[in-house]
């Protein structure tokens, strides 16, 4: 049984009257999944036009005008929609009276993928260091990592408490993410390149929320929620080790990557940000999920993920020079291959869960019992 709680007072009193309108517009034939489906594949596209055209992360600071107005306009409009789909597809589930695990799961898996494509899409928006304006690629990299921190908290919350208790900076975040585009489309990227007040830029503005909601809001929130339920006997693992088993596959991962990032002999990073903060975007969406199926079903999640052999592997090699020029070209090819298995991972669950239940991802028809 699904069990969520929003009390976040922009969510509440008027994101949700205005999903309630646009909930009516929708057909009744729609399947949930459909609209989910949709407003990933819509941040997807977003984030492949952007890099098209800055790939570096370069175009807003060296380049300025090298994005036409309209991508930023446009992933604006993407924003709202993906936004405003993510919002409605559990209302329409119930509209519909076709709530599932599978819906659930559905929803939450491309949610985790999802969170960090929308950072990446943002920092072409500030650009990287040039030296006057932007923010360093290390700075990108901690900020992509507390994100999807927040992100793992809300779920390993959820694995404790039963309840997923909906994070304050969701909403929040994709209003900002709207008004950011639309004021970089209608103003120019120039606005991220002079100082706001103080001699702060927009950009170092947002960093300091960033860590000032995650380590004064969210996370104590996190703690208070699972300390609550522990005073109330509601806690569903009453271990300490089984309570904190779902952190461990990704505290290594962030270790790993931090130890690639740190000690890599060509400064990887540096080289191709885009290609290792998308890796980094999708083995992390990878382990949340298999965190997220176990406390969906009530099982314990494995203490070592599988991509962490492959990618200390690499890790090894890269910081010990074993890889020399070759570094780029291996993570190249090992960013492919974690894509393609999420992809397929994603893929084969739900088929099996499609079956399990009898039902299709994307139609609200039955299957025919076999």
């Known amino acids: 049984q699904y069990s969520a709680v929003d009390t976040n007072p922009l969510s509440v009193y008027i994101m949700q009257p205005i999903w309630n ?17 949709s407003g990933f594949v819509m941040i997807l596209f977003n984030y492949f036009l952007i890099s098209f055209y800055d790939w570096d992360y370069t175009a807003s600071g060296t380049s300025p005008g090298l994005v036409p107005t309209w991508v930023w306009l446009f992933s604006a409009f993407t924003t709202f929609c993906a936004y405003a789909l993510d919002s409605i597809d559990g209302k329409h589930a119930r509209r519909t009276q076709s709530s599932t695990p599978l819906g659930e799961l559905f ?14 899409s943002f ?7 040039n030296g006057k304006t932007g923010v360093s690629v290390y700075t990108m990299y901690i900020y992509l990592s507390i994100v999807l921190f927040n992100f793992m908290c809300s779920h390993w919350e959820k694995y404790n408490t039963g309840v997923l208790f909906l994070p304050w900076g969701y909403d929040i975040s994709q209003v900002v993410l709207i008004a950011a585009y639309l004021l970089t489309g209608t103003v120019g990227v120039e606005v991220w390149q002079k100082p ?4 702060y830029y927009i950009t170092d503005v947002l960093v300091i929320l960033l860590i000032g909601f995650s380590l004064f809001l969210s996370f104590p929130q996190t703690l208070y929620n699972i300390h609550r339920a522990h005073l109330q006997k509601t806690l569903k693992n009453d271990s300490l080790y089984e309570g ?3 952190l461990v596959s990704p505290l290594l991962l962030f270790i790993l ?6 000690l890599s002999p060509s400064n990887i990073l ?4 885009r290609l290792f903060l998308w890796m980094v975007g999708v083995a992390f969406s990878n382990v949340i999920c298999k965190v997220i199926i176990c406390q969906m079903s009530s099982t314990r999640p494995e203490p070592f993920h599988w991509f962490l052999f492959p990618l200390a592997l690499v890790v090894f090699t890269a910081v010990s020079g074993l890889l020399g020029c070759m570094e780029e070209a291996v993570l190249g090819v090992f960013t492919a291959l974690v894509t393609a298995a999420h992809v397929h991972y994603g893929v084969c669950v739900g088929r099996q869960l499609s079956e399990h239940l009898n039902i299709y991802i994307f139609s609200l028809k039955k299957r025919v019992q076999e």
């Open 123 to 129: 920092f072409s928006v500030c650009s990287r260091d």
């Open 21 to 37: 309108k646009i909930i009516k517009i929708v057909p009744l034939w729609i399947a949930p999944n459909l609209l989910t489906f």
């Open 244 to 246: 904190l088993l779902p």
């Open 257 to 262: 990557l931090t130890v690639w990032v740190v």
């Open 196 to 199: 706001l007040l103080f001699g």
């Open 270 to 273: 540096a080289k191709q940000p």
């Open 107 to 120: 929803d939450h898996g491309l949610d985790s993928w999802a969170t960090s494509i929308f950072v990446l």
